[in-house]
């Protein structure tokens, strides 16, 4: 009776081994539809240039600042202004607060998202914390600057931009060596 159901058996074996391998393989595919989409918020993570935009000083668009450490981060860590209006094409830069409140030392990692997602292609960080690791020493605090645009070909149906970091945690795996560009805390 065993080999009556040894096709299915083995078809259903297949069958939950491609499910397997097609959830393994959506993580990237994911990541390549966002790259050429714009969807989901993703932010470039290289600095833009500074172009000569023309502003559009007919127009504003309002700028809410978002910061959450992630649930294992025990940083505050904060936007220096909540909500902000810009003409688009108009170089701003504004802060986010972190402040280290432990006993050790700390390195942390900012990845930023943007939304609505088709917005990230118009939002330009020109200067970011978020492009290095920022190590924090115990109970001190920094201003992480960040310098950005909004491209004035942004579309007329997007009047609000909401720029959102989650902060993480990334002192295991950081050394001496691996943050030749990461700031310390003053």
């Not at 080999?3 to 994911?30: D, E």
């Not at 790259?35 to 500074?50: E, F």
Request: glycine letters at 6%.
């Amino acid at each position: 009776m065993a080999l009556k159901h040894q096709p299915l058996t083995v078809k259903l074996a297949v069958i939950a081994l491609a499910m397997f391998g097609f959830g393994f393989a959506l993580v990237p595919l994911y990541d390549v539809f966002c790259d050429l989409t714009g969807l989901n918020g993703k932010t470039a993570t290289t600095a833009a240039t500074a172009d000569a935009a023309q502003i559009d000083i007919s127009r504003e668009v309002v700028i809410e600042f978002i910061a959450r450490p992630n649930k294992q981060m025990p940083w505050i860590f904060e936007p220096e202004v909540r909500r902000m209006t810009v003409h688009p094409g108009e170089i701003h830069i504004m802060n986010y607060l972190a402040e280290n409140p432990t006993g050790r030392f700390i390195v942390g990692q900012a990845v930023p998202s943007v939304s609505p997602g088709q917005a990230a292609l118009y939002f330009h960080k020109i200067e970011c914390f978020c492009f290095t690791q920022q190590k924090l020493d115990a109970g001190k605090n920094m201003l992480m600057p960040l310098q950005f645009y909004v491209d004035p070909a942004l579309p007329s149906q997007f009047s609000t931009i909401t720029l959102s970091y989650t902060l993480y945690d990334v002192t295991n795996g950081w050394t001496e060596s691996t943050a030749e560009s990461t700031q310390l805390g003053e």
